[in-house]
Structure formats: C-alpha cells, structure tokens
C-alpha cells in the first residue's frame, strides 16, 4: 500500500497495514523469509499454523524457483516453508 508523502504516521501501529510502500520509485523485491513479532499468548497460534504449513505438498517446481532466485540474489533459503518462517514473542497483550 502506498504511504502519501508528508502524511504523519499513525500514533497506533495496528493502524497501519501489513506492507507499507514509502517510495513511489522503489523497485519490487522478493521477500524469502518472514519475522513476525507477536504477543505471546499467539504462540500456541502460530504453533498450529507451522504444523499445517508442515502438510502442505509446495510444487518441487515453485520451490527450486524460489532457492534459484533467492540463490542468483546471493541468498540461501531453507528448503521446508516452516523453515523461512521466524517470530519474536514479547509479554503482554
């Protein structure tokens, strides 16, 4: 989502969206890891959803393509999906 120049931040961070273009020009890039940072009462959350992630059958295909990409950028990838996926769980609500 575009982020209009000169416009102020939010005071609260669940105000703003998921992904935030700062840059008009900026150029698109492939993001082969994610980090969430979570409260810690999601950890059983995210708990289930790596065990799912786990069942899914990805294309050998589509998987070699992103370890190619992410190889040809200078990057290594794990090859499990749960194994690109990290979180920081902090105290509190």
């Keep these: 989502m575009p982020w209009p120049a000169g416009e102020d931040f939010p005071g609260d961070w ?4 998921p992904l935030i273009r ?16 979570l409260p810690s009462r999601l ?9 799912v992630l786990d069942q899914v059958n990805v294309e050998p295909r ?25 979180y920081v769980f902090r105290e509190g609500t």
């Design 22 to 37: 700062l840059s008009p020009s900026a150029a698109p890039f492939s993001a082969y890891r994610t980090c969430s940072v």
């Design 62 to 86: 589509a998987l070699r393509q992103v370890a190619e990409r992410a190889f040809g950028e200078g990057l290594s990838v794990p090859e499990e999906i749960p194994g690109r996926i990290s």
């Design 14 to 17: 669940d105000e703003l969206p």
């Design 43 to 51: 950890l059983p959350v995210e708990h289930a959803v790596r065990v």
